[in-house]
C-alpha cells in the first residue's frame, strides 16, 4: 500500500463524513480532505444531479420509528402473521408518516501523474431526510406489499425535516487501476479507456488536465447471462456556458477551422471539440468527418498528432 493510499482510505474518508455536518458550500469537507493528503491538491470536481430514494418511518411529531422503510415493512408484515390488511390497520392507528432521502453526490478528485488516468476520484454523498407521505392512504390503501412500500397514490404531506443533513461515503476510485481491471474483462479496448488514451496521445494533454473537465462514474449492468459486469462513463463537469457548435454542413477551409478555434477557446484547451464530439455533447459527429476531409485535402489546421487521432476514429469510430 502506498502513502496515497494509506492516507485516502475509504475507513478513513468514513469516519471523516460521520464526524463533519454539512455545510451549504462543503467548504469544511474539502479542507478536511486536503489534511488527510496534504501533499496533492484536492479538489471538488462536481455537485451531481439532485437526487431521492426511500427514506424510513417516523410518527407524526417527527420521532424516528425506523432507519429502512424497507426492512420495517417486510419485518412487520411476517410479525402480522403476513396479514397486509393487518399491516394496514397498525401503520393508520398509529399515523406512521414514510419519509424519504434526497441529496447530491459530490465528486472530489486528486491529480496523482500526468496522464489522462492518473487521478484519484472521492464520490461522497450528502443527503437529507425529510417526510414524504402517510404510510398507508386513507382514500386508497395498498393491494400489496410492493404498493404499501411504493405506493401510486400516495397522500404527500407538507414536508420537514427529519434530523440534520450528513455525509456519508460512497467510494474512491483510483482511476488508473481501475481502468486496468475494467480492460481485463473487456475483448476490445473500453470506449472511456480509449477516450483516455487519445487524450494522452493528442495536442490537449500537453495544456489540460482531463480530470479538470471530466469524470468518470463506475456502474454495473447485467450481461446476457444474468452475470454482474462493473462498467465505467465518462462525465462532463464543465462549467462555462459552452455553446454547441453550429451545423458545419458546407464549410471547409478557415470557416471550419475558425468554428473548431472558438469551441476550443470556449472550453478552455485546444482539440476539445473532438472530446465533446466522442462524447455526443455539443459538436455533431459529421463534423469529425468535415475536418478529416479537409486536413486530408488542400488544408492544414491541426497538428499532426490530433490528425492521427482523428484519423483512428474515422476509421474506427466510438462514443463514449
Same mark, same amino acid.
Given at each position: 500500500?502506498?502513502?496515497?493510499?494509506?492516507?485516502l482510505n475509504g475507513q478513513q474518508i468514513a469516519k471523516l463524513c460521520k464526524q463533519i455536518l454539512p455545510?451549504?458550500?462543503?467548504?469544511?469537507?474539502?479542507?478536511?480532505?486536503?489534511?488527510?493528503?496534504?501533499?496533492?491538491?484536492?479538489?471538488?470536481?462536481?455537485?451531481?444531479?439532485? %437526487?431521492?430514494?426511500?427514506?424510513?418511518?417516523?410518527? #407524526?411529531?417527527?420521532?424516528?420509528?425506523?432507519?429502512?422503510?424497507?426492512? %420495517?415493512?417486510?419485518?412487520?408484515?411476517?410479525?402480522?402473521?403476513?396479514?397486509?390488511?393487518?399491516?394496514?390497520?397498525?401503520?393508520? /392507528?398509529?399515523?406512521?408518516?414514510?419519509?424519504?432521502?434526497?441529496?447530491?453526490?459530490?465528486?472530489?478528485?486528486?491529480?496523482?501523474?500526468?496522464?489522462?488516468?492518473?487521478?484519484?476520484?472521492?464520490?461522497?454523498?450528502?443527503?437529507?431526510?425529510?417526510?414524504?407521505?402517510?404510510?398507508?392512504?386513507?382514500?386508497? $390503501?395498498? /393491494?400489496?406489499?410492493?404498493?404499501?412500500?411504493?405506493?401510486?397514490?400516495?397522500?404527500?404531506?407538507?414536508?420537514?425535516?427529519?434530523?440534520?443533513?450528513?455525509?456519508?461515503?460512497?467510494?474512491?476510485?483510483?482511476?488508473?487501476?481501475?481502468?486496468?481491471?475494467?480492460?481485463?474483462?473487456?475483448?476490445? /479496448?473500453?470506449?472511456?479507456?480509449r477516450f483516455m488514451d487519445d487524450w494522452n496521445r493528442s495536442s490537449t494533454q500537453q495544456k489540460a488536465?482531463?480530470?479538470?473537465?471530466?469524470?468518470?462514474?463506475?456502474?454495473?449492468?447485467?450481461?446476457?447471462?444474468?452475470?454482474?459486469?462493473?462498467?465505467? /462513463?465518462?462525465?462532463?463537469?464543465?462549467?462555462?456556458?459552452?455553446?454547441? #457548435?453550429? !451545423?458545419?454542413?458546407?464549410?471547409?477551409?478557415?470557416?471550419?477551422?475558425?468554428?473548431?478555434?472558438?469551441?476550443?477557446?470556449?472550453?478552455?484547451? $485546444?482539440?476539445? %471539440?473532438?472530446?465533446?464530439?466522442?462524447?455526443?455533447?455539443?459538436?455533431?459527429?459529421?463534423?469529425?468527418?468535415?475536418?478529416?476531409? !479537409?486536413?486530408?485535402?488542400?488544408?492544414?489546421?491541426?497538428?499532426?498528432?490530433?490528425?492521427?487521432?482523428?484519423?483512428?476514429?474515422?476509421?474506427?469510430?466510438?462514443?463514449?
Amino acid at each position: 500500500m502506498d502513502d496515497l493510499d494509506f492516507q485516502l482510505n475509504g475507513q478513513q474518508i468514513a469516519k471523516l463524513c460521520k464526524q463533519i455536518l454539512p455545510s451549504a458550500d462543503d467548504e469544511l469537507l474539502l479542507a478536511k480532505l486536503q489534511e488527510l493528503i496534504p501533499s496533492h491538491k484536492v479538489r471538488l470536481a462536481r455537485i451531481g444531479d439532485e %437526487w431521492y430514494r426511500l427514506g424510513g418511518i417516523v410518527d #407524526m411529531q417527527g420521532n424516528r420509528i425506523a432507519q429502512d422503510l424497507v426492512e %420495517w415493512t417486510e419485518r412487520t408484515f411476517i410479525n402480522c402473521g403476513k396479514n397486509l390488511q393487518t399491516l394496514i390497520e397498525h401503520a393508520q /392507528e398509529e399515523k406512521l408518516i414514510a419519509t424519504r432521502q434526497t441529496g447530491n453526490t459530490l465528486h472530489f478528485v486528486v491529480q496523482t501523474g500526468t496522464k489522462a488516468e492518473d487521478f484519484i476520484q472521492i464520490d461522497i454523498d450528502k443527503t437529507h431526510e425529510i417526510s414524504d407521505r402517510l404510510l398507508v392512504s386513507e382514500h386508497n $390503501p395498498p /393491494e400489496d406489499l410492493e404498493e404499501f412500500i411504493d405506493p401510486l397514490n400516495p397522500d404527500c404531506l407538507e414536508a420537514f425535516s427529519i434530523g440534520a443533513a450528513r455525509y456519508s461515503y460512497k467510494r474512491k476510485t483510483d482511476v488508473a487501476i481501475f481502468m486496468d481491471e475494467i480492460n481485463k474483462y473487456h475483448i476490445e /479496448e473500453h470506449p472511456v479507456q480509449r477516450f483516455m488514451d487519445d487524450w494522452n496521445r493528442s495536442s490537449t494533454q500537453q495544456k489540460a488536465v482531463l480530470s479538470d473537465d471530466w469524470i468518470v462514474r463506475p456502474f454495473r449492468n447485467t450481461g446476457r447471462f444474468g452475470e454482474q459486469i462493473i462498467n465505467v /462513463e465518462i462525465v462532463n463537469t464543465q462549467q462555462k456556458n459552452v455553446l454547441q #457548435m453550429k !451545423d458545419v454542413s458546407g464549410k471547409k477551409g478557415t470557416s471550419l477551422a475558425n468554428l473548431l478555434t472558438r469551441f476550443d477557446r470556449q472550453v478552455g484547451y $485546444p482539440f476539445a %471539440w473532438f472530446f465533446y464530439m466522442v462524447k455526443g455533447k455539443l459538436v455533431l459527429p459529421q463534423t469529425g468527418v468535415a475536418v478529416y476531409k !479537409d486536413v486530408n485535402g488542400d488544408f492544414s489546421y491541426l497538428p499532426e498528432r490530433d490528425v492521427a487521432v482523428l484519423k483512428d476514429w474515422v476509421n474506427t469510430p466510438y462514443s463514449v
